[in-house]
């Protein structure tokens, strides 16, 4: 009893001592802000590419159809029409724009020849690029998407024509085989389990890595405690207590450290609405909390002095960056990212949380926390 | 007979008046001790009068040149050491030492001047992490006189020291006077107050002159 | 001039025996990064799936439309890079998609195979996970939009054959009829690139790709580099300044002598990374564009013209350093600022994903500005204004922190 008194009391004061400091205040406040203005940030225009459309004859009705759909549509593809072809190229040298497509005049009479002959002839859009990328692709496969149903209709009236000998006229023929495009999608989108998780908002891909940002922080911030801590035993602060207790002392200094950002994240969470519900963030976060303070620990004994852990910590974040789901997600990396406690809150952070899940979590801080005890005992004993 | 005079220095921080009209001289070969209790500025004093801080008034004369308005003589006659130890960290003493003093005078130095009276070439080549208080202290106090100073202002330089480090420091600084240099003392030190020719009590920014009477609690009982 | 000289020299001994590790443990890891790379690339092109983001398929895939969609979907270059199907059932789809080891899963009803054909509103379930990893799953509902129309709009035209032959009393078996005009929906997806051409304008006004991307990495890595100087630099205790100012080094003086150790130990480090880098880049034969007549030398030629904005992160890194002195909140901003301006200045997702209004703040930003003088030096292009800028900052970084350590000499 007198021992876990003994533990509140010091925990107390090294809090006391890191909210002297203005800075660590300032830092608290600084998280949720900055997660703020990037959520009003990413709620403008914005996009992963930004095409620029251009129509030789601004009067075909196609044409038209097509750009006022693309300019309408909620996508990661920014589209924007440009008035003549010379500015739209200059954007796209510049860098202003990744690509300028350039619809030609007589559009469904070009594409409705290439169906029946089979023959390029220049096609029906010119693309300008700068240069041959994935994105590019993906961006002309989209484009290909957009122009389907007009394509399809082109095809049905050849096929009409030229299979069953039918010459019908296109009014005829688009009560028959013209889709809009607009009808409702074949396919309904789910957050999986998304219920469960209690996610309502999906996240724009500007903001879905601050999660993952935000959870490094609290590894960092471990990490920092733990250079805090040898600094104060080489100060000889710590000498008072028991090599045992000494050992121990570190998790106080960690959770004096974590738990104040622990809760500016959690701030930060909610207010991005990135946020799946009291309990069940405070059970994730508790539990990722746990982990990451044997994960820092083990990190401290590895490298055993403030400095070369100050070396090794800029590091270590890159390799947590790309290790972990938070930019990207490289799935032949398991072997690594199991090791990190980051990767398991951000997987089930999104997820219904199960026995199973949490019992993983748990797991990692039983080994975690054998392994520690493990190499205190072997420090205590060489001592 | 050079003499130091230090009058009317002034300081507030804010509101707060830090000191209050300052003033006391030194002369060649003496040493002036000023006492007081924890916060009562004696190391601002000693800060400002060696250049770190600015007075909000006052003067600081040595042979009539005003030190406040000449730096470069203020850095040729004044040695300081604060409180901390000026020290880095990471280097021996050996380096930090070079810092101040060139090759061939600091071999002479250690060889039989100084330095070798503070006892330094015995950690020489002691990275200063691996120093002991006293250690440090003296190392301090190496490098502030690398100038061969005039005048030494030392706050509290025997604090958390042991017996030996004392005696050690003790006897250079009795040594630097007898050479005629001058020494203002900020102390708590009872065995440094034999060193001091002239006694101040620091107290609510104000300076008092005192005598000591070898009685500690009469002493305390004035702070 | 001699009092600095002295100063600086100290200081650079005090960097140099903090250099060894730092250096070795640098070159340690980014050497550990450089392998997990090797590792993914050469199980990314050697694997004949070349799947990035895996879609679980659950449910019965045998209506002619779903399979045309998947098919049209696993033909396209793009999405065989980026999409792999996976048939499996729901529960399996479900709990690989929880174990992260798939993007996303399609649930195909029962029956909707016979209400798809019949024309009723027949849906099909895709299951995304809400994943940080924002960027795949934008892509993978982009390519599911995709293929939502493509059979959509082919359902619509093989639907209206058969009430067209229905009413245009054609003679033919509308199933032959049917199946025919099926096949060539799967040409006209087959042959899609020839309703397009492409021209390419070239990199010459801009950076290419991959370009972008080295300038971003170094910066970025830059960035988080601060971090490393912290138990060196930052210091509470103000004596050693107390001290060196009575002995007539100003604030400025010791200002400069610490900044510049730092730089030297910053750019001995970045160098050490970054030549050999180049070196690896041209044996592995990835040439820049910029590079192309000479990769190794004008990729060390970059490297070396990169130090002025190596000298601007440095000072940015001093300020730091000097404005926050308890170690916890210095590395916890350190990294918070070096984080979020990587990001803000595109040197993670490309800039030009972010809005207008973060694009025209950025080139004032000091990571920014690096990132645009880098991009200069890369493209061969004058670079005098972005040298302004990293001066300006130079001068107020290094300004500030000198007023910050005579606020702290005061107190």
Known sequence: MRQIRHCFLYYALLSKRFFKKFSFIILLCTVPLLVLGLKNVSAEDTGMLKILLYAEDPEDETVRELTAKMLKEDSVINYQSVEDVDTGKRMVARGEADALWIFRDDFINRAEKIISTGRKGGGVITVIEREENVAMQLARVKLFGIMYPDLSYALCKNFVKSELGIEATDEELMNYFKSSGNEEKIFNLELVEGDAAGITEKQNYLTAPLRGMLALMIILCGL??????????????????????????????????????????????????????????????????????????????????AGRLGAAIPILILGMLVVCPIFFYFRNLSAIQNLVPTFYYLRYSCVRLELGDIGKMLLYALIGGALDMITDWFARSRA | MIMTEIKNIKKKYGKKIVLEDISFSVQEGKCV?????????????????AGVQKADNGSFLWEGADLFADGKVRSEILGYVPQGNPLMEELTAWDNLRLWYDKESLKKELEEGVLAMLGIPGFIRVPVKKMSGGMKKRLSIGCAVANRPKLLLLDEPSAALDLVCKERIGNYLRDFKAQGGSIILATHDVPELELCDELFIMKEGVLEPYTFDGNVHHLVGRL | MKKFRQYFLAQLKR?????????????????????????????????????????????????????????????????????????????????RLKAGEMTAYVVIPEGFAEAFDAGEDAKVTYAAANQASGLGSALTNEIVEIVSNVIY???????????????????????????????????????????????????????????????????????????????????????????????????????????????????????????????????????????????????????????????????????????????????????????????????????????????????????????????????????????????????????????????????
């Open chain 1, 224 to 305: 920092a405690a733990e250079m805090y801590y040898l600094q104060d035993k080489e100060h000889g602060i710590l000498d008072a207590f028991s090599l045992r207790r000494r050992q121990r002392s570190v998790y106080v200094y960690q959770m004096a450290a974590m738990i104040p950002v622990a809760a500016a994240i959690f701030a930060a969470l909610y207010l991005i609405r990135d946020f799946t519900g009291v309990g069940r963030e405070l059970l994730l976060l508790s539990l990722y909390l746990l982990d990451s303070v044997f994960f820092c620990n083990l990190v401290r004994k590895l490298f055993g002095t």
């Open chain 2, 33 to 49: 001790g000023i006492l007081g209790g924890n916060g009562c500025g004696k190391s601002t004093l000693l800060s400002i009068l």
């Open chain 3, 15 to 95: 960097v140099w025996k903090a250099f060894p590790f730092i250096a070795l443990m640098t070159v340690l890891l980014v050497g550990c990064m450089a392998v997990i790379s090797i590792a993914m690339l050469r199980s990314y092109n050697s694997s004949d799936k070349k799947q990035k983001l895996e879609i679980g398929i659950a449910g019965d895939t045998s209506n002619n439309y779903i399979s045309f969609g998947l098919m049209a979907v696993q033909m396209l270059d793009t999405s065989r890079f980026y999409v792999d199907f996976s048939q499996m059932s729901e529960e399996e789809a479900k709990s």
């Open chain 3, 153 to 411: 709009s082919s359902r619509t035209s093989i639907n209206g054959i058969w009430s067209f032959m229905d009413d245009y009393d054609c003679p033919e078996d509308p199933n032959v009829v049917s199946d025919d005009l099926f096949a060539e929906f799967m040409n006209l997806f087959l042959g899609r690139t020839k309703f397009w051409s492409v021209n390419y304008l070239g990199a010459d006004g801009s950076l290419g790709f991959i370009s972008y991307y080295v300038i971003a990495i170094m910066i970025l890595f830059m960035l988080l580099w601060g971090i490393t100087g912290s138990s060196l630099f930052m210091k509470r205790d103000v004596s050693l300044a107390k001290f060196l100012k009575a002995k007539g080094q100003g604030i400025l003086l010791q200002i400069s002598a610490e900044y510049l150790a730092y730089f030297v130990l910053m750019a001995g480090t970045m160098l050490m990374i970054f030549m050999p880098a180049v070196v690896v880049m041209a044996k592995a034969n990835l040439i820049l564009p910029e590079w192309q007549n000479d990769p190794v030398s004008q990729g060390i030629t970059f490297v070396v013209r990169m130090l002025p904005a190596m000298a601007l992160l440095a000072a940015f890194h001093f300020f730091l350093y000097e404005l926050i002195t308890n170690m916890v909140s210095g590395i916890l901003f350190q990294f918070i600022m070096g984080l979020g301006l990587a990001y803000l200045s595109g040197c993670i997702y490309p800039l030009s994903f972010f809005p207008e209004s973060i694009q025209r703040l950025v080139p004032f930003l000091p990571s920014g500005l690096a990132m645009k003088y880098g991009a200069g030096v890369m493209r061969g292009v004058s670079v005098g204004t972005e040298m302004a800028g990293i001066v300006l900052y130079l001068a107020l970084f290094l300004g500030l922190a000198a007023i910050v350590r005579g606020r702290r000499m005061k107190a």
